[in-house]
């Protein structure tokens, strides 16, 4: 089994900045890509950012140029750097990982229980 555990999100005002983290640990496992996700109140839960293990970024149209993904593999950990922060950034970020089991050769995706970001006006 794998575990996400996620940190960095709060509450802060529009135009300001908040570094989120995710730290992945479990059994033997290769991690494939991982990213971060979005929901907000009566929203369905969106990509925001995501990076594979070569490195290949996709973000959403509406956090390009705001929001930066990183990744420190040797700490099986990614980052998501938000600036220029809007309201409409409000929502519960949750970090996925896409792990394959290095004894079955399975892949599976596992996500973290999410942190609250709120972005006042």
């Known amino acids: 089994q794998v575990q996400l555990v996620e940190s960095g999100g709060g509450l802060v005002q529009a135009g300001g900045s908040l570094r989120l983290s995710c730290a992945a640990s479990?059994?033997?496992?290769?991690?494939?890509?991982m990213g971060w996700y979005r929901q907000a109140p009566g929203k369905q839960r969106e990509l925001v950012a995501a990076?594979?293990?070569?490195?290949?970024?996709n973000y959403a149209d509406s956090v390009k140029g705001r929001f930066t993904i990183s990744r420190d593999n040797a700490k099986n950990t990614v980052y998501l750097q938000m600036n220029s922060l809007k309201p409409e950034d409000t929502a519960v970020y949750y970090c996925?990982?896409?792990?394959?089991?290095?004894?079955?050769?399975?892949?599976?995706?596992?996500w973290g229980q999410g942190t609250q970001v709120t972005v006042s006006s």
């Open positions: 996925n990982a896409n792990v394959t089991d290095t004894r079955t050769w399975k892949r599976d995706d596992y």
């Open positions: 479990g059994i033997i496992f290769r991690i494939n890509a």
């Open positions: 990076i594979t293990n070569g490195g290949s970024i």
